[in-house]
């Protein structure tokens, strides 16, 4: 019974842990700036895919487009509390274009091996929406 006990509370603590982190910043915190998340994007992809000075400037190019872009497709919206809302169909379709255009201009500075890295590291550096809903049942 104590086991049980141990168990359930430890896994309360770790979900409390999880959603605590995937909340984003405490109020009263900004987001990072533009340059602070290039900068934290840039070192990750650099130590993660041991890119030489070449590929990361390359990189660091397409992201510096890419969040400028992004800013544009988000217009003068105030900053969305974490996580961010899925963006409507519209502008879903600009942030793809986006995404595709960077893809493209990071493949041709990377090795294969590196860019099928990046994809993987990429998937985990974008913040996390909420669920979908959940489909309707037929019965």
Same mark, same amino acid.
């Given at each position: 019974?104590?086991?049980k006990?141990?168990?359930?509370?430890?896994?309360l603590?770790? #979900? %409390?842990?999880v *959603?605590?982190?995937? !909340?984003?910043?405490?109020?009263g !915190?900004k987001p990072?700036?533009?340059?602070?998340?290039?900068?934290h994007?840039?070192?990750?992809?650099?130590?993660?895919l *041991?890119l030489?000075?070449?590929?990361k400037? $390359?990189?660091?190019?397409?992201y510096? !487009?890419?969040?400028?872009?992004?800013? $544009?497709?988000?217009?003068k919206m105030?900053?969305?509390?974490?996580?961010?809302?899925p963006?409507p169909?519209?502008?879903?379709?600009? *942030?793809?274009?986006l %995404?595709?255009?960077?893809?493209?201009?990071?493949?041709?500075?990377?090795?294969? #091996?590196?860019f099928? $890295?990046?994809k993987?590291?990429?998937?985990t550096?974008?913040?996390?929406?909420?669920p979908?809903?959940? *489909?309707?049942?037929?019965?």
């Amino acid at each position: 019974m104590k086991t049980k006990i141990t168990i359930l509370l430890s896994g309360l603590l770790l #979900a %409390t842990c999880v *959603a605590k982190a995937q !909340q984003g910043p405490p109020p009263g !915190q900004k987001p990072p700036s533009p340059e602070e998340h290039l900068k934290h994007v840039s070192n990750k992809l650099e130590k993660d895919l *041991a890119l030489t000075p070449a590929q990361k400037a $390359k990189v660091e190019a397409a992201y510096k !487009q890419f969040f400028a872009g992004m800013d $544009k497709v988000r217009g003068k919206m105030p900053p969305p509390p974490p996580p961010p809302p899925p963006l409507p169909p519209g502008k879903k379709k600009s *942030a793809d274009s986006l %995404t595709a255009i960077r893809d493209a201009e990071i493949k041709k500075a990377l090795t294969e #091996a590196q860019f099928v $890295k990046f994809k993987e590291v990429e998937k985990t550096m974008r913040p996390q929406g909420p669920p979908p809903p959940p *489909a309707p049942n037929k019965q």
